[in-house]
């Protein structure tokens, strides 16, 4: 089992930066990719960014690409998503994942576990 636990949201204005953290335990060793997906009132959860186990590797999506930064500290058993330049269209709850294999980095489907999420609020 891994457990995750994210931490950092909170409400901040148009163009501000903030930066989420996922600290991660149990199984740390199993997980070959960490991720974060987001989710808005009345939408489906959405991918964001994603980073494997080799820190090269990462991906994000068309709408946060050049403005979010996503890495990892392995010693630390942390993720982190720093965000900047922030929109409105950015408010969500923030979930970090981790997937144990190496499926489709932005399919939920390819995720073991999940935390309980972030609230991010940016205000226009």
């Known amino acids: 089992q891994v457990q995750l636990v994210e931490s950092g949201g909170g409400l901040v204005q148009a163009g501000d930066s903030l930066r989420l953290s996922c600290a991660t335990s149990g199984r740390t060793f199993s997980i070959a990719i960490m991720g974060w997906f987001r989710q808005a009132p009345g939408k489906e959860r959405e991918f964001v960014a994603a980073i494997g186990r080799n820190v090269d590797n990462t991906y994000y999506s068309d709408s946060v690409k050049g403005r979010f930064t996503i890495s990892r500290d392995n010693a630390k058993n942390t993720v982190y998503l720093l965000m900047s330049s922030l929109k409105p269209e950015d408010t969500a709850v923030y979930y970090c994942?981790?997937?144990?294999?190496?499926?489709?980095?932005?399919?939920?489907?390819?995720?073991?576990?999940w935390g309980q999420g972030t609230q991010v609020t940016v205000s226009s």
């Open positions: 994942t981790a997937s144990t294999n190496w499926g489709s980095p932005s399919m939920k489907r390819t995720y073991d576990y």
